[in-house]
Protein backbone atom coordinates (compact mmCIF):
# COMPACT_ATOMS: atom_id res chain seq x y z
CA UNK A 1 0.00 0.00 0.00
CA UNK A 2 2.46 2.71 -1.03
CA UNK A 3 2.18 6.11 -2.22
CA UNK A 4 3.03 9.56 -1.03
CA UNK A 5 0.63 12.25 0.20
CA UNK A 6 0.41 15.52 2.04
CA UNK A 7 -1.84 17.83 3.38
CA UNK A 8 -1.13 21.59 4.37
CA UNK A 9 -2.82 23.14 7.06
CA UNK A 10 -2.89 26.95 7.74
CA UNK A 11 -1.92 27.54 11.47
CA UNK A 12 -2.26 31.20 11.19
CA UNK A 13 -6.80 30.80 10.58
CA UNK A 14 -6.77 27.52 12.03
CA UNK A 15 -7.75 25.43 8.99
CA UNK A 16 -6.79 23.61 5.84
CA UNK A 17 -4.89 25.45 3.03
CA UNK A 18 -6.69 25.41 -0.25
CA UNK A 19 -5.42 26.42 -3.27
CA UNK A 20 -1.60 26.02 -2.32
CA UNK A 21 0.40 25.43 -5.00
CA UNK A 22 2.60 22.35 -4.50
CA UNK A 23 5.86 21.19 -6.58
CA UNK A 24 7.06 17.67 -6.56
CA UNK A 25 10.65 16.86 -7.85
CA UNK A 26 12.99 14.18 -7.13
CA UNK A 27 16.92 14.50 -7.20
CA UNK A 28 18.78 13.16 -10.15
CA UNK A 29 22.29 12.99 -9.82
CA UNK A 30 22.99 16.38 -10.43
CA UNK A 31 19.71 18.52 -8.79
CA UNK A 32 16.48 18.40 -8.24
CA UNK A 33 14.00 17.35 -11.80
CA UNK A 34 10.29 18.62 -11.34
CA UNK A 35 7.88 16.01 -11.60
CA UNK A 36 4.70 17.79 -11.12
CA UNK A 37 2.70 20.11 -9.76
CA UNK A 38 -0.17 20.28 -8.14
CA UNK A 39 -2.63 22.18 -5.96
CA UNK A 40 -4.63 21.93 -2.71
CA UNK A 41 -8.49 21.38 -2.36
CA UNK A 42 -10.50 22.78 0.30
CA UNK A 43 -9.23 20.20 2.58
CA UNK A 44 -6.02 20.91 2.26
CA UNK A 45 -4.98 17.74 0.23
CA UNK A 46 -4.18 17.15 -3.29
CA UNK A 47 -7.17 15.22 -5.14
CA UNK A 48 -4.77 11.98 -6.12
CA UNK A 49 -1.52 10.80 -4.59
CA UNK A 50 1.50 12.95 -5.41
CA UNK A 51 2.78 9.40 -6.09
CA UNK A 52 0.74 6.21 -6.06
CA UNK A 53 2.01 2.80 -6.01
CA UNK A 54 3.35 2.53 -9.21
CA UNK A 55 5.05 5.45 -9.07
CA UNK A 56 7.05 4.93 -5.69
CA UNK A 57 10.56 4.87 -6.44
CA UNK A 58 13.60 4.63 -3.66
CA UNK A 59 15.50 8.24 -3.95
CA UNK A 60 15.81 11.80 -2.55
CA UNK A 61 12.59 13.79 -3.57
CA UNK A 62 11.44 17.62 -2.55
CA UNK A 63 7.95 19.01 -2.11
CA UNK A 64 7.99 23.04 -2.55
CA UNK A 65 4.74 24.61 -1.50
CA UNK A 66 4.37 27.84 -2.52
CA UNK A 67 2.80 29.57 0.94
CA UNK A 68 4.08 33.44 0.22
CA UNK A 69 1.54 32.73 -2.51
CA UNK A 70 -1.02 31.10 -0.68
CA UNK A 71 -1.26 33.95 2.14
CA UNK A 72 -0.99 36.39 -0.26
CA UNK A 73 -4.05 35.27 -2.39
CA UNK A 74 -5.98 34.49 1.29
CA UNK A 75 -5.29 38.67 2.53
CA UNK A 76 -3.08 37.54 5.56
CA UNK A 77 -1.20 40.26 6.86
CA UNK A 78 2.34 39.30 5.43
CA UNK A 79 5.69 41.58 4.65
CA UNK A 80 6.74 42.09 1.36
CA UNK A 81 8.51 40.38 0.31
CA UNK A 82 7.25 37.32 2.11
CA UNK A 83 9.32 36.28 5.21
CA UNK A 84 8.28 32.52 3.69
CA UNK A 85 7.72 32.51 0.00
CA UNK A 86 8.59 28.93 -1.06
CA UNK A 87 9.03 26.03 1.62
CA UNK A 88 11.43 23.19 0.73
CA UNK A 89 10.98 19.91 1.82
CA UNK A 90 13.59 17.44 0.91
CA UNK A 91 13.48 13.79 2.00
CA UNK A 92 14.15 10.32 1.20
CA UNK A 93 11.91 7.20 0.21
CA UNK A 94 13.56 4.14 1.48
CA UNK A 95 10.76 1.72 1.20
CA UNK A 96 8.33 2.05 -1.70
CA UNK A 97 6.15 -0.67 -0.49
CA UNK A 98 5.24 2.13 2.34
CA UNK A 99 3.08 4.64 2.24
CA UNK A 100 4.58 8.43 2.85
CA UNK A 101 2.63 11.04 4.19
CA UNK A 102 4.43 14.93 4.48
CA UNK A 103 2.34 16.98 6.11
CA UNK A 104 2.84 21.01 6.53
CA UNK A 105 1.63 23.07 9.39
CA UNK A 106 2.47 26.40 7.91
CA UNK A 107 2.21 30.09 9.02
CA UNK A 108 3.63 33.54 7.28
CA UNK A 109 6.21 33.42 9.48
CA UNK A 110 6.94 29.53 10.88
CA UNK A 111 6.34 26.16 9.42
CA UNK A 112 6.52 22.49 10.76
CA UNK A 113 6.74 19.08 8.76
CA UNK A 114 6.82 15.51 10.10
CA UNK A 115 6.61 12.07 8.47
CA UNK A 116 2.77 11.05 8.82
CA UNK A 117 0.84 8.10 8.67
Known amino acids: MGGLSTHVLDTANGRPAPGLRIDLSVYAGDGYQLLKT ?3 NE ?3 TDAPLLDC ?3 AIGRYELLFHVGDYF ?3 G ?3 TEP ?3 DTVPVQFAIANPTQHYH ?8 SYSTYRGS
Open 76 to 78: ATT
Open 54 to 56: SAM
Open 43 to 45: DGR
Open 38 to 40: LHT
Open 82 to 84: PFL
Open 102 to 109: VPLLVSPW
Open 72 to 74: ASS
